[in-house]
């Protein structure tokens, strides 16, 4: 499976735009770039996924490299309710439907 | 619409009992994964079924540990004789198709403290 790295911790302010990096370098050409976040103590919580092209929707937008080797999650105008561990997964193509999680990065959103 | 719901929330074991962990997937969907989170990590595959079928338990631990997901009811992780290294947030998801692409819906997870 490809593996993803991402930073540990960040820091955002309240109201600003949160831009979560990922790098996922080994990516194969048929693999989806997934983020997923977990709050504190609940399941993970689906954000948005993409192949190739830049995706948004109601939660958040997802930038993706045109090479691929690197995505960013950007959560346009943070709350304090976003702050939780957030996940970069790719998915491993033939090999089930299993999410391999890493340790993500925990967003803490700054009053 | 329900989301996928787990039960118990909580459940609490002593050393050599048996913990029975419940999963009923979002209505209409027929594949279930179950995930372990130890304290402090991410979360790890264990499981993979479909109705009345394990398609892949590469994740699971080789003794005691054992899934189920029947042609009615809900998905059923038992362990068995459990020990302190069981303590962990137990997640089910579950998602309407297997193909490599769709999303997976988490329930809100089963806390097992085995004392």
């Known amino acids: 499976d490809a593996k993803t790295t991402q930073p540990p911790s960040m820091d955002c302010a309240e109201g600003r735009a949160a831009n979560l990096p990922c790098n996922h370098s080994t990516i194969s050409g048929n693999e989806y770039v997934y983020w997923y976040r977990q709050i504190h103590s609940q399941g993970p919580q689906y954000i948005i996924h993409?192949?190739?092209n830049n995706e948004t929707n109601e939660m958040a937008s997802l930038i993706i490299t045109e090479d691929r080797k690197s995505s960013t999650l950007i959560l346009p105008h943070a709350t304090l309710r976003d702050t939780a561990v957030y996940y970069c997964?790719?998915?491993?193509?033939?090999?089930?439907?299993?999410?391999?999680f890493g340790t993500g990065t925990s967003l803490t959103v700054i009053p | 619409n329900a989301g996928v719901m787990q039960n118990p929330r909580h459940l609490v074991r002593r050393r050599g009992q048996e913990a029975r962990l419940r999963c009923s997937p979002v209505?209409?969907?027929?594949?279930v994964y179950w995930y372990r989170q130890l304290p402090e990590e991410g979360l790890k595959f264990m499981v993979y079924l479909q109705k009345e079928n394990i398609i892949d338990e590469s994740g699971m631990p080789k003794e005691r540990f054992s899934a189920e997901f029947p042609k009615e009811g809900p998905s059923i992780l038992r362990i068995q004789q459990v020990v302190r290294g069981d303590s962990a947030a137990y997640f089910c998801?579950?998602?309407?198709?297997?193909?490599?692409?769709?999303?997976?819906?988490f329930g809100p997870g089963t806390r097992l403290t085995v004392l």
């Open positions: 993409g192949l190739k």
């Open positions: 209505k209409g969907h027929s594949h």
């Open positions: 997964i790719v998915r491993v193509n033939g090999m089930g439907n299993q999410f391999y």
């Open positions: 998801a579950s998602s309407d198709m297997g193909w490599s692409y769709n999303e997976q819906f």
